[in-house]
């Protein structure tokens, strides 16, 4: 059923994916609930269009975009939910919608707002039930369960209760759960959200570990910045189901900001009225100020400002990257987005390159996903 990879295939691979939905429009009221079922009207919401990227094994790469861009759909699609309405997309060899046995041993999903665990039970014995569920030897588990719950922390969580749980000790169980048996693709949709710095931090820290040690292929998705700078080299970015830009976090700036910052100090006080003829004064302390400028003419603002006031020092910079995904998501930089220079993927020979997963005999599909009601 399963074929062995073949070296150099992505782990996963998305060409020309698309989803749309078919939603019922109703009027509202009594009189509109009766209309709507005599005639009815629908409208096709288009959430993923034909969005292609290629991510190799052990990549860890965050996918980006604001609410409603479809980052959840893809994922759900990536990992069989969902069935694509065009295009396609392979994961390990597979065509996740088919389910396959072997593809369902090879991954884990996991949402941040969805839950994996029985409630009213320990969290150890819904591992103990992921253990029969993919079929795996008392050895193993053990050895699984043990890495895992060091690296979180976990060993005085496991026999509490999970609705007694922090939301934080909840999330390090989910992950646990998920990772029980050893998944090589890792989908984390929002898996920090909710939870306070701390708890941020560790879940961060065992992601970047886990990755390092087995090498794992993750897709992140996150509003928190700060998990994406700290694990992700690589990032995704979609708008309105479209993607616009696969590339390295730090190009990102300079792919979609227009402008540089220039952080200077002063022999004396300026007013701050003199030095916005430079450009947009974002800070201004009188002897310290940073100035906004078009990344075009930064060379000769810079050489204007040494040149007419009495500069002691003088840096030229980025703009934060936090600032540059705000005004990305808030479509003030989306309007004029280049298209993303990504190289389609090679096309599809869907069944070739798959990775070997175990059939142990276990009856059932298995579990398709961590963490969805689906």
Not at 166 to 181: D, I, P, T, W
């Amino acid at each position: 059923m399963s074929m062995p990879s073949r070296r150099g295939d992505p782990t996963i691979v998305a060409a020309s994916l698309s989803k749309t939905y078919r939603v019922q429009k109703k009027p509202p009221g009594l009189l509109g609930s009766v209309r709507a079922l005599v005639r009815r009207e629908y409208s096709d919401v288009r959430a993923v269009q034909d969005v292609s990227f290629a991510i190799e094994r052990g990549e860890l790469v965050g996918f980006l975009g604001p609410n409603g861009a479809g980052k959840t759909t893809t994922l759900k699609m990536l990992s069989g939910l969902l069935e694509p309405s065009g295009g396609e997309c392979r994961v390990l060899g597979y065509e996740p919608f088919k389910r396959e046995r072997p593809f369902q041993r090879q991954f884990a999903l996991v949402l941040g707002q969805k839950n994996q665990l029985w409630w009213d039970l320990p969290a150890i014995e819904s591992f103990l039930l992921n253990k029969e569920i993919y079929g795996l030897d008392a050895r193993e588990y053990k050895a699984t369960l043990d890495e895992l719950v060091e690296l979180l922390g976990l060993a005085k969580l496991l026999d509490v209760q999970v609705r007694k749980l922090s939301l934080g000790e909840r999330m390090k169980c989910e992950l646990v759960g998920a990772l029980l048996h050893r998944p090589k693709v890792l989908f984390l949709d929002e898996p920090t959200i909710g939870l306070d710095v701390v708890a941020q931090q560790t879940i961060r820290e065992f992601l970047k570990a886990y990755n390092a040690r087995h090498g794992s292929t993750i897709v992140l998705t996150s509003h928190y910045m700060d998990d994406v700078k700290a694990l992700c080299e690589r990032v995704v970015v979609i708008d309105r189901g479209q993607l616009i830009y696969d590339g390295a976090l730090r190009d990102l700036v300079a792919r979609f900001a227009d402008d540089k910052l220039l952080t200077i100090e002063l022999e004396r006080e300026i007013p701050r009225e003199a030095l916005a003829a430079i450009g947009e004064v974002l800070t201004w302390e009188g002897r310290a100020a940073t100035i906004r400028v078009p990344r075009e003419e930064v060379s000769a603002r810079a050489a204007r400002l040494l040149a007419q006031f009495p500069v002691l020092d003088l840096a030229i910079q980025e703009p934060d990257i936090d600032e540059v995904i705000r005004a990305l998501f808030g479509g003030t930089l989306a309007e004029a987005a280049p298209p993303a220079e990504t190289p389609p993927p090679a096309p599809l020979r869907l069944g070739e390159g798959r990775e070997e997963g175990r059939d142990d005999g276990v009856t059932g599909e298995g579990v398709a996903a961590h963490g969805s009601d689906a």
